[in-house]
C-alpha cells in the first residue's frame, strides 16, 4: 500500500470522526486571532534563552532590534531607521527612530541600544546567542537618536545579526522582568500568561509605528498533534503555522474552509550527539551511527514525507549550501564493521532523550530501531520540553537526542566547544569560522561556509537527519501570515481578515 494512501485513510478517518464538530466551528472576530503552538516556552525574554518558541511569540510582535528579518530573510530597518558603514568596514552608524516609548512609557533612545548590546556581551550574560556580538569592540551613543558600534574586524553580516530576537533592544528599568512581563517596543504587548495553556497580546494602541489591525492574538499550547488537528476542525484555533499533524495535510488542503502553505524553514534536525562523553568521542562510532540512518525512512515515517534529507547543518535553499548526503550512505554492513574497529563489536547502550514535538517523538522510534540493527541499544527517554534545556541544553546530560535548530545561518555554533551542547571541539573548525567573520564578499564566504559543511561531514558531529519543512494551516479568510520561516517568528504586523 503506498504512503499517499495511507495518508488518505488517515485523513479520511479524521474527517468522519470530526466532521460534525467542524460544522459547530463558531464564528471568529476579526479583530483576534487564535494560533495554534506546539511548545510552551519557558519564558518570553529572547534575549535570555534558546527555546524558539519564545520567538515565535514575541519577535517583532512585543520586541524589537536595530534591524528585523522579514519574511523572505532579508533585513530590514526596525528601531534603526537607517545606517552607514565605514570604508574600512569597521564602524557602523545606526540613526534611531525617534518619538518612540517601550510599553510602560519609559522613552526608548541611544542609551538603551548601548544597554541593551553591553549586556548581551558582557561577561554574565545569558544570551544563547552571545556569539553574534563577539565582533562587537565598542558602542558609544551620540545624542539621543544616534549610535555607533566599533567592530574588532570587519563583519558584513551584523546587521543581519542584529535582527535576531537574542538582540533586541530592551530598557534598563525593566529587563530584568522580561522573562514573565515583557515590555518592549513593539506593535503588540503582553496581556497574560495563562500557565500551560495560553498566551495573550493585544493591540498597543500608542506604538510609534502603523497600528497592528488585529486587537488582540492568543498563543494556545497544544502539544499533541490529534488535539491541534481536532482544534482547527472545530474552530478553536484560526491558524496553526507549525502544524504539527502532517499526516493531516491532505484532509485540510481538500477543505476550502483552509488554507494549507508548504514552507520552508532553516530547522536543521539533527540527531544530536554528546561529543565530548564516551563512547561517542570516537569519531568511528559516531561514523557507525551516520551510516545505520536512513534519512529517507525517518522523513517519510515521522514527517509523511515532508523533509529535505541533509549532510550537514546547512539548509538547501541557500547559494553556499553543498549535498553531502551521499557521505555516509545508509549502510548497516559497514555501520557494524565501523563499531568493531572502535571496540564495541558486541555493541552499545545510549540514552536517547526526545523532546515533545512530533518529529523528535516520531523520529526517535524509528531511530532507535535503525541503531539496533547494528548493536546499538537505546533506552527512549520522553522529556518536556523544560527539562531537555535543562538537562541536554545546559546540562549535557545525554547520549542521544533530536531537535531541529531554526535560528537562521547557525553553522557557527559548532565553534563553541565545550561552551555548547554538543561538546564539538576542533581548532580547525573554529579557525573556518573566525575567517568567515571577516570575509565580506559572497564567493569568499560560500567557499568558507562550504569548507565548514564539509568539516562536519566527516567528523560526524551530529547525524544529519532533514531541513523542517514549514507545515502551515489556517483559515482561508487570513491574510498575511508569513508561509516560509527565515527566523523564529509568528509576525503578526501585516495580518489581518479579509472582508
Known amino acids: 500500500m503506498t504512503r499517499l494512501f495511507d495518508r488518505l485513510l488517515v485523513s479520511t478517518a479524521l474527517a468522519l470522526g470530526m466532521g460534525l464538530l467542524a460544522e459547530a ?85 541611544a542609551d538603551d541600544v548601548v544597554f541593551s548590546i553591553n549586556r548581551a556581551i558582557a561577561d554574565d550574560s545569558v544570551n544563547a546567542q552571545k556569539g553574534l556580538f563577539e565582533p562587537i569592540e565598542s558602542l558609544t551613543a551620540r545624542g539621543p537618536h544616534e549610535v555607533i558600534i566599533t567592530l574588532k574586524r570587519p563583519t558584513g553580516h551584523l546587521a543581519f545579526n542584529l535582527g535576531w530576537g537574542d538582540a533586541v533592544i530592551v530598557a534598563p528599568e525593566s529587563a530584568d522582568g522580561n522573562k514573565s512581563m515583557p515590555i518592549g517596543t513593539g506593535p503588540f504587548k503582553f496581556s497574560r500568561w495563562v500557565q500551560g495553556d495560553r498566551i495573550e497580546l493585544v493591540r ?29 476542525l472545530a474552530g478553536d484555533l484560526d491558524a496553526f503555522p507549525n502544524f504539527p499533524a502532517p499526516e493531516s495535510l491532505l484532509q485540510f488542503e481538500a477543505d476550502p474552509r483552509f488554507t494549507v502553505k508548504i514552507g520552508t524553514t532553516e530547522g536543521e534536525t539533527i540527531l544530536a550527539i554528546n561529543n565530548g562523553r564516551s563512547p561517542l568521542d570516537d569519531v568511528k562510532v559516531r561514523q557507525a551511527i551516520a551510516h545505520a540512518i536512513d534519512r529517507q525512512s525517518i522523513i517519510d515515517g515521522a514527517m509523511f514525507g515532508y523533509g529535505t534529507p541533509i549532510g550537514s547543518h546547512f539548509a538547501p535553499h541557500h547559494a553556499a549550501y553543498v549535498d553531502l548526503t551521499d557521505r555516509y550512505a545508509y549502510d548497516p554492513e559497514t555501520a557494524k564493521a565501523l563499531l568493531a574497529d572502535a571496540g564495541h563489536a558486541d555493541g552499545l547502550a545510549l540514552t536517547l ?45 545525554y547520549d542521544l537526542t533530536i531537535v531541529s535548530h531554526t535560528e537562521p545561518m547557525d553553522i557557527e555554533i559548532y565553534s563553541r566547544g565545550a561552551d555548547y551542547y554538543f561538546d564539538y571541539q576542533n581548532p580547525t573548525f573554529k579557525a573556518l569560522i573566525d575567517q568567515l567573520a571577516e570575509t565580506a564578499d559572497d564567493d569568499g564566504r560560500n567557499a568558507i561556509l562550504a569548507e565548514a559543511q564539509t568539516t562536519l561531514a566527516d567528523d560526524s558531529v551530529n547525524g544529519f537527519l532533514f531541513q523542517l519543512a514549514k507545515h502551515g494551516v489556517w483559515d482561508a479568510r487570513i491574510e498575511g501570515l508569513w508561509e516560509n520561516s527565515p527566523v523564529q517568528a509568528n509576525d503578526l504586523t501585516d495580518v489581518r481578515w479579509a472582508n
Do not use: C
Not at 532590534?65 to 574600512?88: E, F
Not at 498597543?204 to 482547527?232: C, K, R
Not at 541503531?371 to 527539562?387: D, H, N, R, S
Open 353 to 397: 532523550k526526545l523532546p515533545p514535538p512530533s518529529y523528535a517523538r516520531r523520529g526517535g522510534e524509528i531511530i532507535a530501531a535503525q541503531l539496533a540493527a547494528i548493536g546499538i541499544e537505546t533506552e527512549i527517554i520522553p522529556v518536556e520540553w523544560a527539562q531537555w534545556l535543562d538537562q541536554v541544553f545546559k546540562g549535557k546530560d
Open 204 to 232: 498597543h494602541d500608542d506604538y510609534w509605528g502603523d497600528n497592528a489591525t488585529l486587537e488582540q492574538a492568543v498563543f494556545q499550547i497544544i502539544p499533541d498533534p490529534s488535539a491541534a488537528v481536532a482544534a482547527m
Open 25 to 109: 466551528s463558531p464564528a471568529t472576530a476579526d479583530d483576534s486571532l487564535r494560533l495554534g503552538m506546539v511548545l510552551e516556552p519557558p519564558h518570553l525574554d529572547p534575549t535570555a534563552g534558546a527555546a524558539a518558541a519564545i520567538d515565535e511569540i514575541v519577535y517583532a510582535n512585543v520586541f524589537q532590534g536595530l534591524t528585523r528579518i522579514d519574511r523572505d530573510g532579508m533585513v530590514q530597518p526596525a528601531l534603526a531607521k537607517s545606517w552607514d558603514v565605514s570604508d574600512d568596514g569597521l564602524v557602523y552608524t545606526f540613526a534611531l527612530q525617534e518619538g518612540v516609548a517601550f510599553h510602560d512609557g519609559s522613552a526608548f533612545d
